[in-house]
C-alpha cells in the first residue's frame, strides 16, 4: 500500500465586507478645521477596517454626498489604507461654519464569483466644524485708481478706500498711509473713514504717477493689518507756456536779400493736453527788418525784409517772437531771438561776425588784437614774478663774523634804589648778619593777628652764608608772623660749580686787601687784561 503526499492550496478571497472604524468609535466621524488652512491641508483621516489580507483589503474611498463637496476633497492613503480629508476652497467662517460629508468605502479587489454576496463596500458621515480665526480687514478693492487734475487746492479729496472687518466681532478699522510710499508727505488720509487727499501742491510736470500703499488696522488688534495699493494719476492743466526748442545761434549776412531764410524756429511745451500741442508764432512788434512766417506745423520761418545789413552800424539785432499755444486757458510766451550780422561769401557761407566788425572801426585787425592780448599776458607774468621774487628775499643774519660766533657774551646788570632807599635789597644785611637784630614787620603785609617778634640768636661775624640762609629759613618755618606760604621767597647760592666759585660780592671781605686775583693769569690770553688790573694790587700793597 502507498502513500501519496497531499497538498492542499487555500486562496484568500475577498468575502469580507469593509466597515469603518471611527478613532471615536461611532458611526459619524467629527472633525475641526480653522478658517485659515490653506488649500491643500489635511484636516483629518478615516478608515474602514477589512478581515481579508494583502490586495484583497485594498479600500478606495470617495466622497458620495454632502454639503461640503466642492469645499473638501479625500485621498486614499496606499500604505496606511486612509481617507486624507483635505481643503480644497478657502473658507470663512462668517459664511458657514458646518459642512457634512458622506464618505464611501469600497473594495478595490473582487473576486467576480462572489458579486452576488456584495455590496463589497461602507459609508459613514463627516461632520466639519469651520473655527473662527481673528482675520485682518479686508478692502473692497484688490486696488484702487484715482485721477485728479493738478490744479486742484490743497485739502481736496481725491477719494476714498473702503475695509471692513471680516470676522463677527467686526471691530473698527483705523486707515493710515505708509510714509515709504509718500517721501515727500503730498497726501494724506482721514483714519476713520479712509478719504484721501492732498496736504500739497500737485505738478504733473513733475510727478505724473504716484503710487500709494494704504494700511487697514484693527483698533483693538493693531497686529491685524492689510495692504492696498493706490495709485494716482495726474492729469494735465494747461499752466505751462511754450518756449523756444532750443538756443538759436542765428546770423544774417551783410548781402541778404528781402525774403531770405535766415532761422527756422521750433518750440516745446511741458504741458501735455489731449488734443497734442500746436504752436502760434508771431512777432511781438512790427520789426522794419526781420518778419516771422508760422508753417502751421509748430514751426516757423524767420525771414529778412530790407536789403543788406552793415555791420559798421549795427552788429546785433533783438528780434522778440510771442509763441502760444491753443488749449485752455491759452499759455503765451515771448522768446527773444539774437541776430548777429556776419561777412558771407557769395554762397552765403559765414566768413566773419561781429567781433571782427567792432574793432574795424579803430583800425585794429586780427592780427593787432592778438599782438595786444600777448603784451599784457607778458606784462601781468613780470609783475607776478617780481612780487614772488620780493617775498622770498631772505633777510642779512645779524652776526657776520664768525669769531663773534665761537665767543660767549655775558651781561651783568644791577639796578636798585640807592644807598638811602631803605625799601631796596640791601646786599649788607647779608654780609652782616648782626644788623638783623632790629626786627622790623613786613611792610606789604598787614597780619589780622600782631605777634611780640622773637629775638634770635646772633650768628657770628664769620658765618658762611649758606648755614646763615639756612638758619634764617628755619626761623621763618617756625616764625607764626612770617608772610604767607604763597609769598614769593628766592634763595640762591652761586658758585658751586665753578673753579672760580662766587663772583659775588657776598663772599668778598671787608677790604679788597683780603682778595687774591692771580688765578687770572691761568685762564689764558683773554683774561690777562683782568690779571693786570688785579694781579698786581699785592705788589703795589707791598711797596
Not at 48 to 71: P, Q
Request: glycine content about 6%.
Amino acid at each position: 500500500m502507498h502513500i501519496l503526499p497531499l497538498n492542499i492550496l487555500l486562496r484568500n478571497l475577498s468575502l469580507s465586507c469593509s466597515l469603518f472604524f471611527s478613532l471615536f468609535f461611532a458611526d459619524t466621524i467629527h472633525l475641526r478645521v480653522l478658517e485659515s488652512s490653506p488649500v491643500g491641508t489635511a484636516i483629518g483621516s478615516v478608515k474602514a477596517t477589512d478581515a481579508d489580507t494583502g490586495k484583497n483589503a485594498e479600500v478606495e474611498y470617495r466622497i458620495i454626498d454632502g454639503d461640503g463637496t466642492d469645499m473638501f476633497d479625500i485621498i486614499t492613503e496606499k500604505d496606511t489604507q486612509e481617507g486624507i480629508i483635505t481643503v480644497k476652497k478657502p473658507l470663512d467662517y462668517e459664511s458657514r461654519r458646518l459642512y457634512t460629508l458622506k464618505v464611501e468605502a469600497e473594495n478595490t479587489h473582487v473576486d467576480p464569483r462572489f458579486y452576488y454576496l456584495g455590496p463589497f463596500k461602507d459609508t459613514t458621515i463627516v461632520k466639519i466644524s469651520i473655527e473662527d480665526v481673528d482675520e485682518p480687514p479686508v478692502f473692497s478693492r484688490s486696488s484702487y485708481l484715482f485721477e485728479v487734475h493738478e490744479d486742484i487746492e490743497v485739502g481736496t479729496i481725491i477719494g476714498t478706500v473702503m475695509a471692513r472687518d471680516p470676522d463677527s466681532t467686526s471691530s473698527p478699522i483705523r486707515f493710515s498711509l505708509d510714509r515709504h510710499t509718500d517721501l515727500d508727505r503730498i497726501f494724506n488720509i482721514h483714519s476713520g473713514n479712509g478719504s484721501l487727499y492732498t496736504s500739497k501742491p500737485l505738478d504733473r510736470e513733475l510727478a505724473q504717477w504716484h503710487n500709494l500703499s494704504v494700511i487697514a488696522a484693527e483698533i483693538n488688534n493693531p497686529k491685524e493689518m492689510t495692504r492696498v495699493a493706490v495709485f494716482v494719476r495726474i492729469l494735465d492743466v494747461n499752466d505751462n507756456a511754450p518756449q523756444f526748442a532750443v538756443f538759436y545761434d542765428t546770423f544774417v549776412c551783410e548781402n541778404a536779400r528781402p525774403g531770405q531764410l535766415i532761422q527756422t524756429i521750433s518750440a516745446v511745451d511741458k504741458d501735455d493736453p489731449l488734443g497734442g500741442q500746436k504752436f502760434f508764432f508771431s512777432l511781438a512788434a512790427v520789426n522794419p527788418n526781420f518778419t516771422v512766417q508760422d508753417n502751421e506745423d509748430n514751426t516757423a520761418r524767420i525771414l529778412t525784409r530790407k536789403n543788406g545789413f552793415s555791420r559798421h552800424e549795427i552788429s546785433t539785432y533783438l528780434l522778440p517772437v510771442v509763441i502760444s499755444d491753443n488749449d485752455y486757458p491759452i499759455q503765451s510766451s515771448t522768446g527773444t531771438l539774437t541776430i548777429r550780422v556776419c561777412a558771407c561769401d557769395g554762397q552765403g557761407n559765414m566768413q566773419s561776425c561781429s567781433a571782427e566788425a567792432l574793432l574795424l572801426p579803430a583800425g585794429l585787425s586780427t592780427g593787432a588784437l592778438i599782438a595786444i592780448l600777448l603784451c599784457i599776458i607778458i606784462l601781468l607774468v613780470i609783475v607776478v614774478l617780481f612780487a614772488a621774487l620780493k617775498r622770498q628775499r631772505k633777510k642779512e643774519p645779524l652776526i657776520l663774523s664768525k669769531e663773534d660766533i665761537r665767543d660767549n657774551i655775558v651781561s651783568y646788570n644791577d639796578e636798585g634804589g640807592g644807598e638811602e632807599d631803605t625799601q631796596a635789597f640791601d646786599i649788607g644785611t647779608l654780609r652782616n648778619p648782626a644788623a638783623i637784630e632790629e626786627k622790623k614787620l613786613r611792610r606789604d603785609i598787614i597780619p589780622e593777628t600782631l605777634f611780640i617778634p622773637r629775638r634770635t640768636p646772633t650768628a657770628p661775624d664769620n658765618t658762611d652764608v649758606r648755614d646763615f640762609i639756612n638758619e634764617r629759613l628755619k626761623e621763618h618755618d617756625l616764625d607764626p608772623t612770617a608772610p604767607p606760604y604763597d609769598s614769593l621767597a628766592t634763595y640762591a647760592y652761586e658758585g658751586n660749580d665753578s673753579i672760580a666759585e662766587s663772583l659775588s660780592s657776598l663772599e668778598s671781605g671787608t677790604t679788597d686787601g683780603d682778595q687774591n686775583y692771580d688765578y687770572l693769569r691761568e685762564w689764558g690770553p683773554r683774561f690777562n687784561k683782568l690779571a693786570e688790573m688785579y694781579g698786581g694790587g699785592e705788589s703795589d700793597k707791598d711797596s
